[in-house]
């Protein structure tokens, strides 16, 4: 099955700074695109490209027999493969097929499960806290509705902060943990890419109560600004074998993700050339590195 995603509304935000040239901001709040216009270069952060299914996966839904928040929600996810259980997080605004070029690799090794996290994708909203906590408990729902005792977990950006806050909560159910651009806090973001995540947040927020349009840019949003905040001392809850990976341009500052990986006792640390998304953009590289540790 193919799936073509098409471009989301963008927000334009326009401020003149003293004794400066006009700046243009354009952000792309569901997708992580952000334009940044400064004295008339352009810079583009992201990709809003198209993004495909693998064709052989199996698109599924399952519904949590764990009741969070007062309901039942139902998770959107593609299966692959068998073998030890490998599930997949993608980051924030995207869906399951940010693994689109890595799944069938992995699935030659694991039984890998790519979820659409809880509004994301196909996966509903729901009426439960739209949070990283909340998140994590929802990954902690899907596994318990599997029969899943244990697996490796692989998280993407805002995935990995849920895959960190589920295995500080969860360890005995993570046998090997992956960080892929993964932060503590939202100052763990460079300020260049961080300070537009909060002009557009606080925008949409001001609009959120009475028009519903706006209120799920704002959620999404916010799980930027607002989110995550993980201490130093919960890293070293974290007992398994971690991989923390980062993109040489990332927009998590090396020094932070550095950070990172010298409080998970067991953690070890790869920079792979490429921005934020290189499971993406490097798919060949990322790969490599992630067989590797997950065969050791």
């Not at 599997?146 to 589920?166: E, M, R, T």
């Not at 969860?170 to 992956?178: D, G, N, R, S, T």
């Not at 925008?203 to 349009?213: E, G």
Request: charged fraction near 20%; include cysteine.
């Amino acid at each position: 099955m193919n799936r073509m995603y098409y471009s989301t509304p963008i927000l334009f935000v326009k401020s003149v700074i003293p004794k400066r040239k006009t700046s243009l901001l354009i952000y792309n709040s569901f997708r992580k695109e952000i334009l940044f216009k400064s004295n008339f270069r352009m810079y583009r952060f992201g990709n809003c490209c198209q993004k495909y299914f693998e064709n052989h996966a199996k698109i599924c839904y399952t519904k949590n027999r764990k009741v969070i928040g007062g309901m039942e929600i139902q998770h959107h996810y593609s299966e692959s493969g068998k073998g030890f259980p490998l599930i997949l997080l993608h980051g924030n605004g995207e869906d399951h097929s940010v693994f689109a070029k890595q799944i069938s690799s992995f699935a030659e090794h694991f039984h890998v499960y790519a979820l659409d996290t809880r509004g994301h994708g196909k996966t509903p909203r729901g009426t439960a806290p739209f949070t990283i906590s909340q998140f994590a408990e929802d990954l902690a729902g899907f596994m318990d509705a599997h029969g899943i005792d244990k697996a490796h977990i692989l998280g993407f950006s805002d995935g990995g902060n849920i895959a960190a806050v589920f295995a500080i909560r969860y360890p005995q159910k993570v046998e090997k943990l992956i960080l892929n651009g993964a932060n503590l806090e939202p100052r763990g973001v460079k300020r260049r890419y961080q300070i537009p995540i909060e002009l557009s947040y606080k925008f949409w927020s001001c609009f959120s109560k009475n028009h519903p349009k706006a209120k799920p840019k704002a959620e999404m949003l916010g799980l930027m600004v607002n989110d995550p905040f993980i201490s130093i001392k919960e890293l070293a809850k974290i007992r398994c074998e971690t991989l923390v990976i980062a993109g040489t341009r990332d927009m998590i500052a090396s020094s932070h993700t550095r950070l990172i990986a010298q409080h998970i006792p067991h953690a070890r640390l790869t920079f792979i050339k490429g921005g934020h998304a290189v499971v993406r953009t490097n798919p060949l590289a990322f790969r490599e590195e992630v067989l590797k540790f997950l065969a050791l």
